[in-house]
């Protein structure tokens, strides 16, 4: 069974880069066929779709993050990334990673959740 | 975008009633990128139904999904305790690949 686990700062300054790792067990994220995301939910609120990377690389971004976001794979350690540049108070969130299989396009594992801060 | 909009904002059902639960997107959606998922208080979202209408391992059979186009619903035949939860429809295709719609707080009444 495919598990994920969030690991990262969880207070982070205004105006500096929000960076997230997620560990996936289980599984190769190397093996294909499944794609990695990363997902964030405001406190109280609903789902953000922060964007997606595949085993190979390739990348796609909500376009309202677009311009700050980067996420990267290490499949050496079987991991991706998610940072997140010049933050404000509105990137305080659950931020969530998130596998799923090529295909169905929908989310089958899920990390715990990690919430990030972003204040002085 | 597809802007997905679910109704009601909360249900106030008790143990053992039935549970319906609508989801409405802005433009057609494919039924084959429809989904529905539970989230329950401090926990990380979880699968329920995809492709509209198929269940996700492991989901009792009390759920059902259904619809088509632009309407979509999910059912909870006789809710059990552990139902109550707040439940989001989630899309996949046009920019920006996946939304979420805001969701439905099921509540004890």
């Known amino acids: 069974q495919v598990q994920l686990q969030e690991s990262g700062p969880g207070l982070v300054k205004p105006s500096q880069t929000l960076s997230l790792t997620c560990t996936v067990s289980g599984g190769s994220i190397s093996s294909g066929g499944y794609y990695w995301s990363w997902i964030r939910q405001h406190p109280g609120k609903g789902l953000e779709w922060i964007g997606y990377?595949?085993?190979?690389?390739?990348?796609y971004y909500n376009p309202s993050l677009k311009s700050r976001v980067t996420i990267s794979v290490d499949t050496s350690k079987n991991q991706f990334s998610l940072k997140l540049s010049s933050v404000t108070a509105a990137d305080t969130a659950v931020y969530y990673c998130a596998g799923g299989v090529v295909g169905a396009m929908t989310y089958d594992y899920w990390g715990q959740g990690t919430l990030v801060t972003v204040s002085s | 975008e597809i802007v997905l909009t679910q109704s009601p904002g909360t249900l106030s059902l008790s143990p053992g009633e039935r549970a319906t639960l609508s989801c409405r997107a802005s433009q057609s959606v494919s039924s084959s990128y429809l989904a529905w998922y539970q989230q329950k208080p401090g926990q990380a979202p979880r699968l329920l139904i995809y492709?509209?209408?198929s269940r996700a391992t492991g989901i009792p059979d009390r759920f059902s999904g259904s619809g088509s186009g632009t309407d979509f619903t999910l059912t909870i035949s006789r809710l059990e305790p552990e139902d109550f939860a707040v439940y989001y429809c989630?899309?996949?295709?046009?920019?920006?690949?996946?939304?979420f719609g805001q969701g439905t707080k099921v509540e004890i009444k």
């Open positions: 990377i595949y085993y190979s690389g390739s990348t």
């Open positions: 492709g509209a209408s």
């Open positions: 989630q899309q996949y295709g046009s920019s920006p690949k996946w939304t």
